[in-house]
């Protein structure tokens, strides 16, 4: 089956860097667009940043400048360089595969951003 894991989260303090990782398996992992998507304690979950299957990107306006998504189909793993983290970025963060009507998700992993 399709299976989306997502590593990488852990507590950094603001100013800080972190690099999540989505492993993909399962599936033909290039013809997806792939996304990552957070959310914050009582909050909806938000689109942070997505890449196309072609590698488009279009980012969140809140972590333009600051965010970086990247893939490499050899490795069926798509990436989010995260930079100048706040503390409102603080959230738990998945992976996203979609095509079409299709879609998948990850387990999420925890980014927490504080002193």
């Known amino acids: 089956q399709v299976q989306l894991v997502e590593s990488g989260g852990g507590l950094v303090q603001p100013g800080g860097s972190l690099r999540l990782s989505c492993a993909v398996s399962g599936t033909r992992f290039s013809i997806y667009a792939m996304g990552w998507y957070r959310q914050a304690t009582e909050k909806q979950r938000e689109l942070v940043a997505r890449?196309?299957?072609?590698?488009?990107?279009d980012y969140a306006d809140s972590v333009k400048g600051r965010f970086t998504i990247s893939r490499d189909n050899a490795k069926d793993t798509v990436y989010l360089q995260m930079n100048s983290l706040k503390p409102e970025d603080t959230a738990v963060y998945y992976c996203?595969?979609?095509?079409?009507?299709?879609?998948?998700w990850g387990q999420g992993t925890q980014v927490t951003v504080s002193s």
């Open positions: 890449i196309g299957s072609a590698g488009s990107t």
């Open positions: 996203n595969a979609a095509r079409a009507s299709i879609g998948f």
